[in-house]
């Protein structure tokens, strides 16, 4: 075998782990990531390794990478929601003409006031809301969504009224 076709039966391998990754709900982009880095640390090592080896051997390194990044970044999601996104550490707000707006949403649940505050106070993404609650992005959109729908209730309720409601 000569080292093209070597590194070729290696970059094809990849593809299939990407693929793989994907199929068993990797973000796309680090399925790529660690397919990648698998190639390269396979091309680095110098070893002509047997083909029905060294596929085994891909795959086997590929999922662990997998696993290892899951945990890592559960981890830190984990630590994020823990010790940053805490009901203490949401900004206090010191507009006076907004006192009954924020009455309204400490009358919402936790996560609702949580996930209103993260979006239109902290100025985050429904994406990275996903990341820090752990929550799915359509989740986050659903929520948010009911959330400023209760909110709507509870402004009505107590009679006010505007147009972006």
Same mark, same amino acid.
């Given at each position: 075998?000569?080292?093209?076709?070597?590194?070729?039966?290696?970059?094809?391998?990849?593809?299939?782990?990407?693929?793989?990754?994907?199929? %068993?709900?990797?973000?796309? !982009?680090? +399925?790529?990531?660690?397919?990648? =880095?698998? $190639? #390269?640390?396979? @091309?680095?090592?110098?070893?002509?390794?047997?083909?029905?080896?060294?596929?085994?051997?891909?795959?086997?390194?590929?999922?662990?990478?997998?696993?290892?990044?899951?945990?890592?970044?559960?981890?830190?999601?984990?630590?994020?929601?823990?010790?940053?996104?805490?009901?203490?550490?949401?900004?206090?707000?010191?507009?006076?003409?907004? %006192?009954?707006?924020?009455? !309204?949403? +400490?009358?919402?649940?936790?996560? =609702?006031? $949580? #996930?209103?505050? @993260?979006?239109?106070?902290?100025?985050?993404?429904?994406?990275?809301?996903?990341?820090?609650?752990?929550?799915?992005?359509?989740?986050?959109?659903?929520?948010?969504?009911?959330?400023?729908?209760?909110?709507?209730?509870?402004?009505?309720?107590?009679?006010?009224?505007?147009?972006?409601?």
């Amino acid at each position: 075998m000569k080292l093209d076709d070597y590194e070729l039966l290696l970059i094809g391998y990849a593809r299939e782990i990407t693929a793989y990754l994907i199929k %068993g709900g990797a973000n796309p !982009a680090h +399925a790529q990531e660690i397919s990648q =880095d698998v $190639l #390269l640390q396979m @091309l680095e090592a110098d070893l002509l390794v047997p083909p029905e080896k060294m596929r085994a051997w891909m795959y086997r390194t590929a999922i662990r990478r997998y696993i290892d990044n899951y945990r890592r970044d559960k981890r830190y999601y984990d630590i994020l929601q823990k010790h940053f996104f805490t009901p203490e550490t949401l900004v206090t707000y010191d507009q006076d003409d907004y %006192g009954f707006l924020y009455d !309204a949403i +400490a009358e919402l649940a936790e996560d =609702d006031q $949580l #996930l209103l505050d @993260l979006y239109y106070f902290q100025g985050f993404l429904a994406k990275e809301i996903q990341e820090i609650t752990g929550f799915s992005y359509s989740h986050v959109k659903i929520k948010l969504m009911r959330a400023r729908q209760r909110l709507k209730t509870i402004l009505t309720k107590a009679g006010y009224h505007h147009d972006i409601l």
